[in-house]
């Protein structure tokens, strides 16, 4: 079972940045993709931010130019580095972890991390 523990959550004022890790029990290399989504009160779940096993990132409109994902594969740990933060960006991000298998997707995710941009 694959085991994904995200921290660097908190409450960080408009404009700021924040730095949120996705550490998982697995070789990062062996998933699909590894990803961020966020989910805000009363929202669905969206994605945020990916990263694929050949390093190929995408992100969601809203945050493009804003949010850079990256990786360390010696450490098994993804990151998203968050900046200009805007009060919409509130919310709670996920580190997710796919794998494809025969066609067959399987997710596996964090417990979430609480992300708050106020004054």
């Known amino acids: 079972q694959v085991q994904l523990v995200e921290s660097g959550g908190g409450l960080v004022q408009p404009g700021g940045s924040l730095r949120l890790s996705c550490a998982a029990s697995?070789?990062?290399?062996?998933?699909?993709?590894m990803g961020w989504y966020r989910q805000a009160p009363g929202k669905q779940r969206e994605s945020v931010a990916s990263i694929t096993t050949g390093g190929r990132t995408n992100y969601g409109d809203s945050v493009k130019g804003r949010f850079t994902i990256s990786r360390d594969t010696a450490k098994n740990t993804v990151h998203l580095q968050m900046n200009s933060l805007k009060p919409e960006d509130t919310a709670v991000y996920y580190c997710n972890a796919a794998i494809m298998r025969s066609g067959v997707r399987m997710d596996y995710w964090g417990q979430g991390t609480q992300v708050t941009v106020s004054s």
């Open positions: 697995a070789n990062i290399l062996s998933f699909s993709a």
